[in-house]
Nanobody, 120 residues
Framework: QLQASGGGLVQTGGSLRLSCAASGRSFSGYNMGWFRQAPGKEREFVALISWAGDTTYYKDSVEGRFTVSRDNAKNTVWLQMNGLKPEDTAVYYC???????????????WGQGTLVTVSS
């Protein structure tokens, strides 16, 4: 199981750090992704980190502002979000995949989301 946490209300330009904790199984062999779904929009890819933590990939609009990291010993993945903008407002989800893709269909495990609200 995956559980995302750390969401909240923040002003434009602020920062939040989301956590994704895995329980019941190890996700050390999985690449881990972050996705988000804004109100009235489809869920979209945000960031991806390799199982070893040595390779990352980001959606263009968050590159340079968001940083994904992980600690396999703690079975936890983080998404550090800096320079937040109102358009970052969404429910954020973490997910696990054996592949290397931004396509949601390739992800096997999904966590419950955490809401991030950025006020202008």
């Amino acid at each position: 199981q995956l559980q995302a946490s750390g969401g909240g209300l923040v002003q434009t330009g602020g920062s939040l750090r989301l956590s994704c904790a895995a329980s019941g199984r190890s996700f050390s062999g999985y690449n881990m992704g972050w996705f988000r779904q804004a109100p009235g929009k489809e869920r979209e890819f945000v960031a991806l980190i390799s199982w070893a933590g040595d390779t990352t990939y980001y959606k263009d609009s968050v590159e340079g502002r968001f940083t994904v990291s992980r600690d396999n010993a703690k079975n936890t993945v983080w998404l550090q979000m800096n320079g937040l903008k109102p358009e970052d407002t969404a429910v954020y989800y973490c997910a696990g995949t054996r592949g290397w893709s931004s396509q949601q269909s390739t992800y096997t495990y999904w966590g419950q989301g955490t809401l991030v609200t950025v006020s202008s």
